[in-house]
């Protein structure tokens, strides 16, 4: 098939990384592919076209200024005619709602994936139901995860046009060694390391953990949280507050994060709300066990067998489970083991795959 994925990527998150790994595994079984970020503008050093293009994926962004929707939909017109893709696969709300009508114009099968809604601000809450209202004329919906496949439903998405596919992990670069990622993030080799990894938003808790990290009775460990976002300055001055900065290690933004993973003895997600996030698979796959909130679709690949999962916003609760991971090393490594080998059983590259020619197959049909 001739695929486009089509996309607003932001710098970096779980969204653009699968994106990255669905379009070079598609370029891989011989689909021909090609990705369409929209951006405001065109970065000196593209690091989200940087994996695709070194995989041999194409890559033509739109470059638009803000709010310029009809110059927008001009040049997607333009890429559209001239490259005839079989189907077009959105994610993301941004071109869903802006670009999906265009497409669907064209007689061109129509894909949107939703990744997962964040909820909070009128905002967003208004850009959800623009999403869903969007989803609701496409020929397929994907939700990643299943309680978001009911959200959908009930917000109008006929289920015979929805697929629960959940995210996979696939291999975009190998992982450095325990000794070459603590390197290169610049922490000591006897350590007690807790890593955090995410955008600093409201929803993914980052607060949470900097609360935990007060309340934890472990000694002598650091936190390494990498990423960046609206609250990183925040936290920051609530972690002063709270006395727990000389602990922090603040990285910025890592492209391919998951590769500094094995810096980690613990990785912490403390999200309110998720679809199924890219960093909690990215570390099953290298074997770090996981203290998880028990939000949106991570029950689904985690079990208590796997992982350590605490209710959302509770940093009582999230600093008793990050003691009890550090203090016995053995268990928590059972539990990384059993969850490697659920991601191999359950959640590989090849039937997320074959679950997404089905999805596009559906489309056209339709």
């Known amino acids: 098939m001739r695929i486009v994925h089509l996309l607003s990527p932001a710098p970096a998150g779980g969204l653009e990384r699968v994106v990255q790994a669905l379009a070079i595994g598609q370029h891989r079984r011989n689909h021909d592919v090609l990705v369409i970020p929209v951006v405001e503008t065109l970065p000196d050093s593209d690091a989200f ?6 995989a041999g994926v194409g890559v033509m ?17 333009g890429i559209l005619d001239s490259f005839s893709p079989d189907v077009v696969h959105s994610h993301g709300y941004r071109t869903n709602v802006v670009d999906g009508g265009l497409v669907r114009k064209r007689g061109i099968a129509m894909v949107g994936s939703a990744h997962g809604f964040t909820g909070g601000a009128l905002r967003n809450r208004v850009y959800e139901w623009l999403d869903c209202f969007a989803l609701r004329t496409f020929d397929a919906a994907i939700a990643v995860s299943r309680p978001l496949g009911e959200k959908l439903i009930a ?11 959940p995210n996979a992990w696939s291999q975009i670069a190998p992982p450095l060694t325990r000794e070459d990622a603590r390197a290169a993030l610049n922490l000591a080799e006897d350590q007690k390391v807790i890593g955090w990894v995410g955008r600093m938003t409201h929803e993914k808790g980052v607060d949470v953990f900097v609360d935990a990290l007060q309340r934890l009775t472990a000694t002598g460990l650091t936190a390494c949280l990498v990423g960046d976002g609206p609250e990183r300055e925040i936290v920051e001055s609530k972690a002063k507050v709270l006395g727990v900065s000389d602990r922090l290690v603040w990285t910025g933004l890592l492209q391919e994060a998951g590769r500094y993973f094995k810096a980690f003895d613990v990785l912490c997600q403390s999200s309110r709300t998720e679809g199924i996030p890219m960093v909690v698979l990215e570390a099953m796959a290298v074997g770090i066990p996981l203290v998880v909130t028990a939000v949106g679709g991570v029950p689904d690949v985690v079990s208590p067998s796997e992982a350590m999962l605490v ?16 203090a016995d090393g053995a268990a928590a490594g059972v539990r990384a083991a059993a969850a ?10 090849a039937s997320w795959l074959d679950a997404h020619d089905r999805v596009y197959a559906s489309a056209r049909r339709s």
């Open 49 to 54: 076209a940087a994996p695709l293009v070194r």
């Open 311 to 326: 209710a959302p916003e509770n940093p009582v609760a999230l600093a008793n489970a990050l003691d009890h991971a550090l």
């Open 340 to 349: 490697k080998l659920r991601l191999q059983r359950q959640f590989s590259e």
């Open 61 to 77: 962004p739109i470059v638009v200024p803000p709010r310029e929707y009809r110059k927008e939909r001009e040049k997607l017109a």
């Open 155 to 165: 917000r109008g998405v006929r289920a015979s046009r929805l697929h629960v596919v």
